[in-house]
């Protein structure tokens, strides 16, 4: 059975860093695309980066663009999502989400395991 699980969370100001972490277990990790995605309250969710299996392709949405970095260490079954001069504007719920094949898309819907999500509080 896959497990997703994120980490790194929390309350920071405007401009600060935030390092989120994502462990995965239950299938060969390094097969397969990873994303990172997020919810504000009352909006839907969204894409912020993915990850496709070497870690040699990326893709960000462009309101992350130049700020966020996304990576993955397969011999930790870890994929991070670096995220740096964070705005108020990124506060949501974050979610980490590994998708069955080698190749990324930006559809949450084409992913098919989720972790339960990690809270980030930007205060301006």
């Known amino acids: 059975q896959v497990q997703v699980a994120e980490s790194g969370g929390g309350l920071v100001q405007t401009g600060d860093s935030l390092r989120l972490s994502c462990a995965a277990s239950?299938?060969?990790?390094?097969?397969?695309?990873m994303g990172w995605f997020r919810q504000a309250a009352e909006k839907d969710r969204e894409f912020v980066a993915v990850?496709?299996?070497?870690?040699?392709?990326?893709r960000y949405a462009d309101s992350v663009a130049g700020r966020f970095t996304i990576s993955r260490d397969n011999a930790k079954n870890t994929v991070y999502l670096q995220m740096d001069n964070l705005k108020p504007e990124d506060t949501a719920v974050y979610y980490c989400?590994?998708?069955?094949?080698?190749?990324?898309?930006?559809?949450?819907?084409?992913?098919?395991?989720w972790g339960q999500g990690t809270q980030v509080t930007v205060s301006s």
């Open positions: 239950g299938r060969t990790f390094d097969l397969y695309a």
């Open positions: 989400a590994m998708r069955m094949y080698t190749d990324w898309t930006v559809r949450p819907r084409d992913y098919q395991y």
């Open positions: 990850i496709n299996w070497s870690g040699l392709s990326t």
